[in-house]
C-alpha cells in the first residue's frame, strides 16, 4: 500500500513546488484562494500525468513500429497458419517469396503452393503437428510453386503455438533454398568429373596442394595424405629451366591458364611425359583463390610416335638406317 501511495504522493509534491514557484498562485487565508490554490494543484498534475501518458504512449508506437519493420521486412518469410491450415497473417517478405498479394494469400491455404509431388508428405506432417504436443516443433525441406508457376526449394521451420479455448495455431519460418540446392548438385558433379580419367590437382593461391583425385595417384605413383600441403615441384622432373617455368607461370598471368606438354618425375623416379594444363580460379573481385592442374600421361602417345618416327628412317627388319632412296 506505501508503494501505490509514493507516486501520487511525490507527484503532488512536485505539483505543489511548481505552483509555488508563481507568487501570483501563492494560497492565503481565505477559503476561496485555498480552493483554487488545490484546483491548480490538481490541474498541474493531470497535467504531469498526462504528459507521463503521452511519453509512455510513443514509446509503445517506437516499440510497436519497430517490431512491425522487423517482422515485415526479415529475411525469412514469417507466416501463421489458424485453423484449417488457413494463412491468418504473413509478412512481406512472405509475400514476395511467394510473389503474390498479402489480400490473396490470408484466409487461404498454404498448400495451394506446394509442389504435387510434396503435397502428401506435407499433409502428413502438418497432420501431426496440428495434432500431436510432441511434434511441437518440425524442420523439414520441401519444394514449393510461386505465383508464377516457377518452383523453389523452401526450408520449413515450424513451431506450434496453443492458444487458450481455441485450436492451436502453426508458426512458421521459410527460407529460400533453391540456390543452396543448386551448388550442391554442382558439387556432385563436379565431384563425378574430379574423379575422371585424367589426373587432377587442386592448389591453393599459394601453390600449396589442397587435394588430388585418383588418376593423379595412379598417375604419379603419390597418394593424397603425402602431397597435401606440399608444393607440386615435388613432381619436376629437372629437364625444363628457369626460362620454361617464367613462361609457364607468365601465360597464367596474362591469360588465366597453360597448357602444353611437360616432363614430370614420378614416385619412384620414372620420368615421362604428361599434357598439362593450369587454370587460374578466381573470385568475384578478380583475385585467384585456387590453381586448378589437369594431367594426362602420354607416355604411350610419345612412345607411338617415337616408333612411327623410327620406322620412317630405319628399316624394320635390319634396324639399320633406310636408304634415302628407299632401295635396299
Excluded at 485555498?34 to 511519453?55: A, F, G, P, S, W
Excluded at 619412384?268 to 589437369?294: C, F, M, R, S, W
Amino acid at each position: 500500500m506505501n508503494r501505490k501511495r509514493d507516486k501520487p504522493d511525490s507527484l503532488r509534491t512536485e505539483a505543489e513546488a511548481r505552483l509555488a514557484q508563481s507568487p501570483s498562485t501563492k494560497p492565503s487565508k481565505l477559503s476561496p484562494e485555498k480552493v483554487l490554490h488545490e484546483l491548480r494543484v490538481h490541474q498541474i498534475e493531470l497535467e504531469m500525468q498526462n504528459e507521463t501518458l503521452r511519453h509512455s504512449q510513443l514509446a509503445l508506437e517506437e516499440s510497436r513500429d519497430r517490431y512491425a519493420d522487423l517482422f515485415e521486412f526479415a529475411p525469412a518469410c514469417y507466416l501463421t497458419l489458424c485453423k484449417n491450415a488457413l494463412i491468418s497473417e504473413i509478412n512481406l517478405t512472405g509475400c514476395a517469396l511467394l510473389g503474390v498479394e498479402r489480400a490473396k494469400l490470408l484466409n487461404r491455404r498454404l498448400s495451394k503452393y506446394i509442389a504435387p509431388h510434396d503435397m502428401d508428405r506435407w499433409h502428413r506432417l502438418l497432420t501431426h503437428m496440428m495434432t500431436r504436443a510432441d511434434f511441437d516443433k518440425q524442420a523439414f525441406d520441401l519444394e514449393m510453386i510461386r505465383g508464377d508457376g516457377t518452383a523453389m526449394h523452401v526450408h520449413f521451420n515450424c513451431m506450434r503455438r496453443e492458444i487458450v479455448d481455441a485450436q492451436p495455431v502453426l508458426r512458421i519460418a521459410l527460407t529460400d533454398i533453391s540456390e543452396l540446392k543448386l551448388a550442391e548438385a554442382k558439387l556432385r558433379i563436379a565431384a563425378i568429373v574430379f574423379e575422371s580419367q585424367e589426373g587432377m590437382v587442386v592448389t591453393d593461391a599459394n601453390s600449396l596442394i589442397v587435394n588430388v583425385n585418383r588418376s593423379f595417384t595412379r598417375i604419379t605413383g603419390y597418394p593424397a595424405e603425402e602431397v597435401i600441403g606440399r608444393n607440386p615441384k615435388l613432381l619436376s622432373s629437372g629437364r625444363h629451366d628457369a626460362a620454361f617455368y617464367t613462361a609457364l607461370w607468365g601465360s597464367i598471368a596474362r591469360l588465366g591458364y597453360w597448357e602444353g606438354e611437360i616432363w614430370n618425375k614420378r614416385k619412384n623416379g620414372e620420368i615421362y611425359p604428361e599434357h598439362l594444363i593450369i587454370t587460374a580460379v578466381k573470385d568475384q573481385y578478380g583475385k585467384v583463390t585456387n590453381y586448378v592442374g589437369t594431367l594426362t600421361d602420354i607416355t604411350m602417345s610419345r612412345n607411338a610416335a617415337d616408333e612411327i618416327q623410327h620406322l620412317a628412317f630405319y628399316d624394320p627388319l635390319t634396324r639399320l638406317p633406310a636408304s634415302p632412296t628407299g632401295d635396299s
